[in-house]
């Protein structure tokens, strides 16, 4: 039962990295394909027609490597096109969103629940639906941080500004007495650490990713697509271009060097 | 010798309004079509082919309008197809880039001349050639404030945190000794309290909106196209999308409400 056939992800740029990162945690023996769609990044601010043509090419890219199962680390087309990656792909497909929701849902207690993301994705309400879906009763607060992106792209992790904007902006879910915190972005991760502070760790921290990554290791169970080898994997990055510091930011946001990134022709923008 | 034609002013998006608003307060009769390309924002990133692609495109929607006179208000686009824009538009063409630079060489007395953009601009060095063109003896120091654009788009303007990070970003500047500085990206205008509190106004902010305002009115006047009527003069925009928060933040890079904002159809990424 064993399939090396790769896991496939995609998501609007260079954010999904940390999606790849926690797929690797957990299952480190499957072999991925990464497609970021860095000439056309953000997708938070397009239309959703726009959104869901891009989804459907992003998809296609990935079919080409024969991928076993797709996870959707981009919170947009979690949220506005999961349906048009789901009918192109004939394997199962994982959204960030709905898994997301559902470990929020299982480790808050009070069911008072945070949700942080692009203004694109908190006016989707997504996951407010996806956590009323799963909890009718539970209270959701969410918060646009905008800030957040460019400062995890530049790496500002550590710095008083930092934390001064965290504050401002999570200081209305403090209010709220939230006990669980959605990172409902993939960028947002690398912030956990002033994330945490701000909040003095009283309200847990739910990673998407590492939720999605979830998702994936009980589907592949489920499926019999999990890879039974023992040999290191194979990661292998496409993007659609190379953005200035594309290296630096890579890295942090994957944890370590991406090694050879390839260039996807023919997607300008 | 008067005409009404109007001016067309140009930019990958919303940033370009503070050109729009710096030509009025020079030249408060003349008639404004601006295009904005929020779909395809922002272009900083994007490879100089698919910029000079873009900035050909920008220029006939522009040319639609039958505009006397082009400013392009993209630093990118100045930086990198200043040349395309002039052979497709056959009327005066104005970019920022180098009256920027000219008005910094007439207002440093030490000749030493700080120059802050996006990583694309910074990179490109198109305001040091054009400084060292016009006078080989400047020193030029180059800085990229990549949250500088996210801040002024939230209207982050006198937070502690902004303070905090244009402090750093200046810090290598004033080590400089720099007697006058650039605000190379239309973004930074709106910033431009919190960089003088940084400098302690000891240093001559040039603002390459206002010096491209300045190029125009000469340009006008030199080739008989200024506008004589004394009529309140008509501004229209244009854009490629509408994006999240669109009338807010327009708003605050042009001073005062928009009124009716068009969207041109058949742009999108």
Redesign the interface.
Known sequence: MSNSRPIGVFDSGIGGLTVVRALQTRLPHENIVYFGD???VPY????AQ?VREYAAQDTDILLEHNVKLIVIACNTVSAVGLDVVQKRAKVPVVGVIFPGAEAAVRASHKKRIGVIGT??TV?SQAYVHAIRQLDPNAQVFSQAC??F???A??G?TD????E??AR?YLFPLTLEKIDTLVLGCTHYPILRSVIDTVLQKSVTLIDSGEAAALTVEETLAEQGLRNESTLKANVQFFVS?I???FAEVGERFFGRKLGRVHRVAGI??
Not at 44 to 47: A, H, T
Not at 159 to 162: D, E, M, N, P, S
């Open positions: 860095t000439a056309r938070g601010p397009k239309s726009v203004v694109g006016n905008p800030l992106v460019p400062l792209e530049e500002w710095r008083k500004a930092t001064l904007i401002e271009d953005p200035h510091k300008s923008a």
